[in-house]
């Protein structure tokens, strides 16, 4: 068997001799050939398609394409709630997954739950360690990601309210961010330990130099405390369990934006063994103070990925920044 997509029709050959054409935006069956190539005499439905056989054209659609099929018939609709077309959706260790989602749900609830419900569940976000960490696959192919609250964070001096305050903001999706207004030492260190679906990911803190505020409806920033970042960079520190080690440098700029600053890469090779992420960002000169800047939190995507408005809280602009 073998499957063509494309965007506005969804191509496919099934068995010998056998092939359909069915439009994205759901017409029927365009025709249905013999084993020698020739036209049958009678036409043929969608209704007629055997379900196991469009499952198995489903399972090379991406998630968002399988739901659209489901709508051109009631076999269609059938074959996309299948469990094994879910499955190879889902990443390999899901269960997990979804028993750090269900909050101490009983197995007999769990198991009520077909693949399709699973993965949709999976997708919304799935706060954990108290509401400081979430979880989630993006709905489009099921990438893990993962976003660490700055409340989950170990800040040198946050008790101190002359030096740190948490401020809260609907800039974030913890609603909270962690504001200094100046220090001598910078530190911020971080760990998460995880059962990681395997892949490779990519690790960033989100920053924003000023402090954000609405005034009358509109957005504006304070730069009042912004001092110090361009003196000497802050540097990135990444490493796991099992050896894997990263260092980066970079300079602190562009006030009144929220930029996501690329801490390192990390690879996970093994779903069913848990891995064990050390992060920290710092700026420990003492020859100067540095101030101004709002920390809201960790954020873990597969590496590559392209974020997207969705995944992210609500703001104005994001900006990438690798070293």
Same mark, same amino acid.
């Given at each position: ?16 001799g ?10 029927g ?35 968002p ?28 260790n899901?269960?997990?997954l ?24 999976l ?20 990438g893990?990601?993962? =976003? ?25 999706r ?13 530190e ?37 405390h ?14 796991t369990?099992?050896?894997?080690n ?33 992060? =920290? ?43």
């Amino acid at each position: 068997m073998s499957s063509t997509v494309f965007s506005s029709s969804i191509s496919v050959e099934i068995g010998a001799g056998v092939g359909f054409v069915v439009s994205s935006m759901g017409a029927g069956v365009s025709s249905v050939m013999g084993r020698e190539g020739e036209a049958e005499d009678h036409e043929t439905g969608l209704g007629n398609l055997p379900e196991s056989c469009v499952a198995a054209v489903l399972l090379h659609l991406d998630p968002p394409e399988i739901c659209r099929v489901a709508r051109l018939s009631r076999t269609f609709r059938g074959a996309a709630s299948a469990d094994f077309v879910w499955e190879a959706k889902l990443p390999e260790n899901y269960m997990y997954l979804v028993e750090l989602a269900s909050g101490g749900k009983s197995p007999s609830e769990r198991d009520r739950l077909c693949l399709k419900e699973v993965y949709a569940r999976l997708c919304r976000p799935n706060p954990f360690d108290g509401g400081n960490k979430e979880f989630w696959l993006d709905k489009s192919w099921g990438g893990f990601c993962m =976003s660490i609250s700055s409340k989950a964070l170990l800040i040198t001096g946050i008790d101190d309210r002359r030096y740190w305050n948490y401020i809260p903001t609907e800039e974030s999706r913890f609603y909270t961010v962690a504001y200094l207004q100046h220090t001598w030492w910078f530190e911020v260190d971080g760990e998460i330990d995880f059962y990681f679906p395997a892949g490779t990911y990519s690790l960033f803190f989100r920053l924003h130099l000023g402090r954000a505020s609405k005034r009358l409806g509109r957005r504006i920033c304070s730069s009042e405390h912004i001092h110090g970042w361009d003196i000497k960079p802050v540097q990135f520190h990444l490493s796991t369990s099992d050896g894997q080690n990263t260092i980066s440098h970079c300079y602190l700029d562009e006030p009144g934006r929220w930029i996501l600053y690329h801490a390192g890469d990390f690879v996970v090779e093994n779903s069913n063994i848990s891995t064990k992420i050390q992060f =920290s960002l710092t700026q420990i000169d003492c020859t100067h103070t540095k101030g101004g800047v709002c920390v809201d939190s960790v954020l873990i995507y597969p590496k590559g990925f392209i974020l997207k408005r969705s995944l992210l809280p609500t703001f104005k602009s994001v900006q990438l920044v690798s070293e």
